[in-house]
Structure formats: structure tokens, C-alpha cells
């Protein structure tokens, strides 16, 4: 619960399969967060050696830069969401954020997450947009960065439908 004053704790719920390099710069980009918050690293039964090593070493390392950090990782794959939902069983925060182990948060994303929270208290979620300015390359990711930034700028402020990238 809640102290009268006092920031809404925030949880972070980081899926992640076979995610080693994607998951180095995801983790990089939180731990930049101004934002103190528990991170939670859910991996989804990696086949790859390298990356559960990788996300062992990546969880450990960092607790304590926002705060405590939790690696779960489940005895078989079952995709992105059910990595989500194990997650946030496990998260303590007051508000859950699922952040992509392919996505990089700016350092504002999470105070910002928080502050949407905290000024309408009837909202049930937030999702985040896509970069104006992707860090992809390739023509066809650009397009497609810039074609999601477009469309959740340009779209209704009130969503019917929701997705968990960010």
C-alpha cells in the first residue's frame, strides 16, 4: 500500500528469450531510470546457454542501481505474455511495467509512467509509443518504428486495446 505523499513503487517486468544482447542494452537503459524501481527479469526458458548465463550475470548486477532486482526463470518456454504475468505475480510495486528485453527506455520513461498514474488514479494502464527517432537499423525496421510512433501520436488519447512492449 500507498503512503499518504509518497510515490506510487513501481515494478519493472523484463521478459526475455534467448535476448543476450538486446537484454544488456534494456537493462542499461533502466538502470539509467530516474526513477527508483524493483526489476524483475523473467526468462523464458533460454536454450541458448549464453543468454540464461548472460541474464544470471545481467539480474545480479543490477540490484541496488534502482533498486532490488529478481531474475525468475521458468521451467518451460511459454512465450512473452505468460513470461509477463509470472513477472508481475512476483513484482511488489503498486504499478507494473513491462518493458521488452528488445526495448531501450529513455531515462524519463518510468518518472513519467508514474506521474500518469499518479494524476489519474482511475486509469487502469499506460503504454508507451514507439521512437520518432528508432535506433534500428534496416529500412523496413525504420519504417515500421516510425509507422507505430505515428500511429499512437496520432491515435486517441483513450485506448480500447492495449500492448505490452512498453
Given at each position: ?97 513491462f518493458i521488452d528485453s528488445d526495448v531501450l527506455v529513455r531515462p524519463d520513461t518510468l518518472e513519467r509512467l508514474r506521474a500518469a ?50
Amino acid at each position: 500500500m500507498q503512503a499518504r505523499g509518497q510515490p506510487l513503487a513501481l515494478s519493472v517486468v523484463v521478459p526475455a528469450f534467448n535476448a543476450t544482447g538486446n537484454l544488456e542494452r534494456c537493462l542499461a537503459a533502466l538502470a539509467a531510470s530516474t526513477v527508483e524501481h524493483e526489476l524483475v527479469v523473467v526468462d523464458d526458458c533460454s536454450t541458448d546457454p549464453v543468454a540464461v548465463a548472460a541474464a544470471r550475470r545481467l539480474a545480479l548486477a543490477y540490484g541496488g542501481r534502482g533498486g532490488p532486482a529478481h531474475l525468475l526463470e521458468l521451467e518451460r518456454n511459454a512465450g512473452p505474455g505468460v513470461a509477463r504475468n509470472r513477472g508481475a505475480e512476483a513484482a511488489s510495486g503498486a504499478v507494473v511495467a513491462f518493458i521488452d528485453s528488445d526495448v531501450l527506455v529513455r531515462p524519463d520513461t518510468l518518472e513519467r509512467l508514474r506521474a500518469a498514474f499518479e494524476g489519474e488514479p482511475g486509469i487502469a494502464a499506460v503504454f508507451g509509443s514507439y521512437d520518432d527517432r528508432p535506433d534500428s537499423p534496416g529500412v523496413i525496421t525504420e519504417y515500421r518504428n516510425l509507422l507505430h510512433h505515428w500511429l499512437h501520436q496520432s491515435g486517441p488519447r483513450k485506448a480500447t486495446t492495449f500492448w505490452a512492449g512498453c
